[in-house]
């Protein structure tokens, strides 16, 4: 997978489990601060790739961000809230 590149979508990142997420956001990292280095030297040749760069390290941290928050699931594991909500229904259902 290319960092910076269109196929890098939101939709893409749901089905990478957290653990893939950092190691992207590490590589993404690394781009950007050779980018940086690239720039400062004048030996950039495409000025939108650093845009390119900074919007798919913001797109990992929000998908990141939002599984944090329980907003995202996370691929291939069951929510808590999920479970918690079909227990609690259980038990009212054998209270009654």
């Keep these: 997978m290319a960092i910076g590149s269109k196929d890098l979508a939101i939709t893409e990142l749901d089905t990478f489990e957290n653990e893939r997420l950092t190691e992207e956001l590490k590589k993404a990292k690394a781009e950007l601060f050779n980018l940086r280095f690239q720039s400062a030297t004048g030996q950039l040749e495409h ?30 594991a069951v929510t808590e809230t999920k479970t918690k909500k079909q227990a609690d229904d259980a038990a009212e259902t054998k209270e009654a």
């Excluded at 941290?61 to 996370?74: D, F, P, Q, S, W």
């Design 47 to 76: 000025h939108g790739r650093v845009r390119q760069v900074k919007r798919d390290i913001a797109r990992i941290y929000t998908v990141l961000n939002e599984r944090k928050l329980g907003i995202r699931a996370t691929p291939g």
